[in-house]
């Protein structure tokens, strides 16, 4: 049997960022740089062409993410829903297709 600090050392949850933490970085990245939608809608699609079991939770990305380029509102809307520490959206924040953004790479 190791000792607790090595066990709390070798878990990656103790590694993790915090989740609001990291969904604001993303939320301040998306404000900074809208052109980088296109990154998640790249992935949504990649993910789709896959043949996803559950694609519930990227389309409803995408159709968030065309809202926000169609219209100002559509874009508060996501940047509020990607900044808010909110447990009912999780489901589709677990499903995240903002992987690849340059905020991801080295948090600030």
């Known amino acids: 049997m190791g000792n607790a600090s090595n066990l709390t050392s070798d878990d990656h949850h103790f590694r993790r960022e915090d989740r609001v933490l990291r ?9 900074e740089h ?8 790249d992935n949504i699609d990649r993910w789709l062409a896959l043949g996803r079991v559950h694609p519930a939770p990227l389309l409803e990305w995408r159709d968030r993410i065309h809202a926000a380029q169609n219209s100002p509102e559509g874009f508060q ?3 509020a829903f990607l ?9 589709i924040k677990s499903c995240s297709p903002f992987a690849g953004l ?7």
């Open 23 to 31: 969904w604001k970085r993303i939320a301040g990245h998306i404000v």
């Open 34 to 41: 809208p052109a980088d939608l296109s990154i998640a809608l």
């Open 77 to 79: 809307d996501l940047v």
């Open 83 to 91: 900044a808010a520490p909110n447990h009912d959206s999780e489901r």
């Open 102 to 108: 340059p905020c991801l790479n080295s948090p600030e």
